[in-house]
Structure formats: C-alpha cells, structure tokens
DNA sequence: CTTGCTATGACGTACGTACCTCAAGTAACA
DNA sequence: TGTTACTTGAGGTACGTACGTCATAGCAAG
C-alpha cells in the first residue's frame, strides 16, 4: 500500500496537522520542520492521493479551450473532439469548456486573455498564432496561477508553457517527401498554396518542404506560395493563372488546414488525376477526396489525440505531477485511401 | 454538483442503506424497491463517484499482459510501454504486471489463462494467435468474472470482448499502395516475407496487400510468401534463390513484426537502393533502416496506444462504464524518414 | 399469539485528505 | 515577570462511498 499523510506524519515526528500544513503550503511551521516532513515525503515516497484529495475539496477542474473567431472543417472537427472530451471527462469532476473568441488581431486576442480569471478558470488552452503580445499575455495568465498550454500553432520552445501540436518543419518535410516519391521519375513545377503566409505554420512547413525537395527531388521545383485569403474567386483566378503560365505542374501542396479552396479551384482548372496533390488535415472534406483520388496523401495531426494531450496536460500541471511525455508527442500522421477507415 | 447517493436516496424515497443494497447489487431488497432506485437513477442521472468508491473499498485495479513466451523487437517495445505505463498508473491504484508467458501451442496456451484466478486479477490482455482452444479459454475467463481484451492480434468481432490492434488486412492493403505508389512506372515482381504464414494476421495482411496491387498496381505481380521461421540461414537462403531465379524484383513487402532478418537477407543478396521495401512495426532497427533508406516505408501501431488503450478499456469493463470509442482506434501508422522524430 | 423470515432503516466506522478550532508549548521582548 | 507572537499538536467535521451491526416493521406459517 502507498504510504499516507499518517504515515508521513509518523516518518517526520510531526502531527498530521503539521503535515497538512507542510503539504498545502500553509503558513505557521519552522523552515526546519519544513525541511523534515520534506526529507519524510522523499524518504518514504509518499505521493499525495489526489483523489481523496479532490473529493475532500470538492474540487472540480475547469479547463477552457480559447479558439480562433472563425476557422475552417478542421476547427470544426477540433470542437467536435472538445465536446466529445467534456461528455466524457465530466464524471472525473473535469469541467470542458470552449469559447470561439480569439480574433486575428493580436492586440485583442492578447485583452481576451487578459480577462481569464484565476478563479474562474484552472487552465486554458489557447489556439491562436504566434504573437508577442500572445506571448506576454500566456506570462501574465501563468503568473496569476492559471496553466496554459499552447495549442496547435505557436512554438514549441516558450517555456514553461506547454506545447500540443506538431512539429510543422516535420510535416512539411514528409509532405515535400511525399509528393516526390509519388511522382517518382516525373518532373516539373509544383504549386505551393496556402490560406495565409503570415502564419508561422505556414512559413515553417514551406521551409520543411522545400529543404525536402531540394535535397532530395531536384528534378521538382516548387513555386512561389499563392494565397487564397479564403476568397475562392481569386483563388480561382491565380491557380487558372499558374496553369496557364506555366506548362509543366506536375503536382501541388496545400499548406493550410483549409484545403477546400485550394483543391476546387484546382479540380476547376485542371483534371487533377494527372496531378500528385498534398494537403493538410483529415477533415470530411479531405476524406472525401483521398476516396476519389483526387488528393494522393493528406499529412493529418489526430484531433482528439490533441485535445485530450492538451487536457492532461491541464490536469497534470494543475495536480503538479509530471505528464507522461510519450503519451503527449503527436504525430504526424499520413492518411491515404487505405489508411482511412479505422476498423 | 453531481447528485450523490444522498440525493438518489431522497429521490428514491428509500434510505442510503437500501441504494447502497441496490448499487452493489447486495440481497435483501424487494424487486419492486430495485426498480423504484433504478428509476430514480434514472431520473436524477446518477452515477456513482468511482474514485470515492474505491476508496471505500481500499481498491486497486490488477491488470496483467500475457504475452508470447518469445518475441522480437516489437515485443520488447511493447514491454517498455507496459514498464512505462506501469509506473505512470500506480499512482491511480492501477497494479500492471506482464508475463510472457504464452506458448506457440494453442493448448498450453489455453492452460495458462485457465489459470488466471478472479480472485487475483481483474483483466487480463492476452497476445496470442487467434485459435478456438483460446477463445475457449476466453469464454471462461469471461465467465469467472475477469475482464479480458484481445491485444494486437486476434479478431474484431470476438464479442463480448474488446480487440486493441489494428486492421491488418488494412494495413496490408496501406503497405500495398505505397509500394505501388513509390515504384511508379516500374514494373517487376515483388518479394513478400514473413516469418510464417500460419499466424491470422500474416494472412491478412497479405490479402489486403494482394488485392491493391492487382486492383490498382498490375505492374506488379507479388510472388508467392517466403518464410523464415527465425532462422537466418534459411532466409538468406531462400532470398538469395529468389532473386537468383527471378530477374525483375523490385521491391519487398516484409510481414511480420520482425523485419530484421529478412532485410539483413535482402542487403546480404542486392543493393536494397534498387529496392523498394516496406516493413511493418516501429523498432530500433525498422528507424535506423529508414534513416539509411534501406527501408522506404514503415506501417506501424503505436506500442504506447495499445498498452494504454488496453488498461483504459479494461479499467472501463471494470467499472462498468462504456470506453471512449475513438480513443481506443488503433491507426496505421505510416512511417518515413521525416516523421519519424517526434519533436 | 408466537416464531421465523424478509425488507428496510438508522447509525457507525472507514478510506485519505482538507481545513477548521482550540489548547499548549516555546522563545523573544519589554 | 508578564506579554506577545509564533509553532505545534490534538481533535473534530467533511467529501462520497462501502460495508458492517442492529433494530424494527410487516407478514406468513405454525
């Protein structure tokens, strides 16, 4: 049996009081006792029952997911996975929430978080690019005691704060190795399309992309990222310009998480069965067009993988313990046709 | 707040001694008084604090992995997990022990989970071959009260047991694309080695992989199955005669969870640069063939998932509560060389 | 009416921890 | 010496559930 606060008592020489004071950090106990019941928690192993714990402050843990103002299948298909996650994780006193609120604008994204109240809310998880501003509102949140993880897009190196996502030079390099392999002994141009190239993920998986490329497929040139700014009339009008100016596309990779945009224009200007075509996310969207074969390989980050990382985390930085690293690595998934249905 | 027992108590109209006759299902208590508590659990949707409850009880969770009695790098992987899930869990009450034990004889086998005491363990994972002696002794071990799941081989639809692995004829199927696909116009014969053709799973995936070649790849012509028996001698032997007497291979398919000896075989006879192999299961040896380019792909299940998936699906039979179904999907995996590193 | 049985309730203790109150001890200071 | 502040211990109650004992009410058979 593990060791309890009775026998921790009994290893340091206190009381249980003492003990309970020592272990919630409350004021009143010599430095040297503190020292003591801390040599006794070392000596003896004891880990505090978090359970028993929880039920005697009836504590509950309120989590809340801060998404972007607007967003695409794939942030859909994130919220999905969210509630699925707050049905579930309800009976183990984790209350889920989610608030569709970050604007583009960093300025007011960064005030949203501003107004996260420490004792409203235990922990946040905060899907919003990169930003100083995002940056230094994270360290105002974490200094009012409310942990935060980082959730999709930004850096995985912003210590202390946690990191769920990616990395997006990875899937960008296995994107480019992709589309090279496939296209075997081919050569040509290949179309780069993105929603935005203002977004680090963006610039982080052309860069994985193109060193691929380089290294590796020289007999492929990939071309200079189009944007489609969610407008499909203009995306329209620059791939039809792409494929009209340049004789020799032989395939294309759609950066973003929204490739609907980018892969009708392209089925509207071109018949994409001789084209290798690479996107982003499993969406009901891009599912449908590996069945068709339209897409060849859709480079994918497991949704509900993600949120539930992001909500252990949550829980386990709340509880002070240690994550179980290997459980929160997510992978970069590669879904073809055969790949898709899971049993 | 969650009702409790006392509210179910009020609700019912009973007293906290009769809902907790009906909770545990202790005798004593009239038909029509059951269905009055089960109504009002119903009405007031109560469900039972799990973490009180054993608490009360001075429970802990006694799970046990019963693994093969010999085995491979895969094998070997998937202890690590369980080491490391082990030490993870204990701190939730959750006992996980392994034993590699089972034998390749089918009855032996059966024996060993005949021995599994209810009284001892409360699931058991058992990896063993499809074969009706076990399922026998899995029916039984059911009916002793002991949870069983099915781990990494075995059948779906063995009801009313859980199965955590993936869908090998899938997974086949997954192994036979990207050959096709990373082969391109080339066309030839293909090498498919496994270490034996009596294990379900073997069949299975090379039904799968034979039906998209012939569908989708006719290139291609798969030759019929070498085995090894884990013997390296013979492998390179029968390798060696295979491309002695066919001219045109250009690639292998390796089906087993051991792929070292057939690739040793294959680089001993060939420069495997002019091959395109693709293997299955994520070891030590299957990464350095990747990061060599020995290896050209990787179809994989994620060791880690399975042994989660496994101890949270027997957790959940254990308490009666339905599992999150599609966190217990097992992917297939596909592995190059630039997801291979997570962060 | 007694006996015996079943169904039910009342109540206590326990699990491991949190948090509160009160008493008593010690040490420093005036 | 008394006053004060700080430190510690003792003990209680609570969380939601399990499980035990005992009392009592109802009812049927003798």
Request: proline share 5%; aromatic share 4%.
């Amino acid at each position: 049996m593990r060791p309890t606060t009775k026998d921790l008592a009994k290893a340091a020489g206190v009381s249980l009081a003492t003990v309970d004071r020592v272990l919630n950090k409350r004021a009143g106990v010599r430095k040297e006792t503190v020292e003591a019941v801390n040599d006794a928690i070392e000596k003896i192993g004891f880990v505090r029952n978090q359970y028993a714990a929880n039920l005697a402050r009836g504590r509950n843990y309120r989590f809340e997911f801060l998404l972007p103002e607007t967003g695409d299948d794939f942030l859909a298909t994130v919220i999905d996975r969210i509630q699925e996650a707050r049905a579930a994780m309800r009976l183990d006193a984790i209350d889920i929430s989610y608030r569709c609120a970050l604007p583009n604008d960093p300025h007011k994204a960064a005030e949203i978080l501003a107004g996260v109240a420490a004792d409203e809310t235990d922990g946040v998880a905060i899907m919003a690019p990169e930003s100083p501003q995002l940056r230094d509102a994270t360290t105002r949140l974490v200094e009012r005691g409310v942990q935060v993880v980082l959730f999709i897009s930004g850096q995985p190196d912003l210590r202390p704060v946690d990191f769920v996502g990616v990395d997006n030079y990875a899937a960008g390099a296995t994107a480019g190795r992709l589309l090279g392999r496939f296209l075997a002994p081919t050569q040509g141009k290949i179309l780069v399309i993105s929603e935005t190239m203002n977004a680090l993920d963006s610039v982080e998986r052309r860069l994985g992309f193109d060193r691929v490329l380089s290294a590796d497929f020289p007999r492929l040139t990939p071309l200079p990222s189009l944007e489609t700014f969610g407008d499909l009339a203009r995306t329209e009008r620059v791939v039809r310009n792409s494929y009209e100016n340049q004789a020799d596309i032989v395939g294309a990779y759609v950066l973003g998480s929204e490739a609907r945009l980018a892969i009708e224009a392209i089925r509207g200007t071109t018949d994409p069965a001789g084209q290798v075509i690479v996107a982003h996310e499993r969406t009901r969207y891009t599912e449908k067009m590996l069945r068709e074969r339209v897409l060849d390989a859709v480079i994918a980050q497991n949704p509900g993988h993600l949120v539930r990382s992001a909500i252990r985390l949550l829980k386990a930085r709340s509880d002070q313990r240690p994550p179980l690293v290997s459980q929160e690595q997510i992978r970069i998934e590669i879904l073809i046709e055969d790949n898709l249905d899971i049993r």
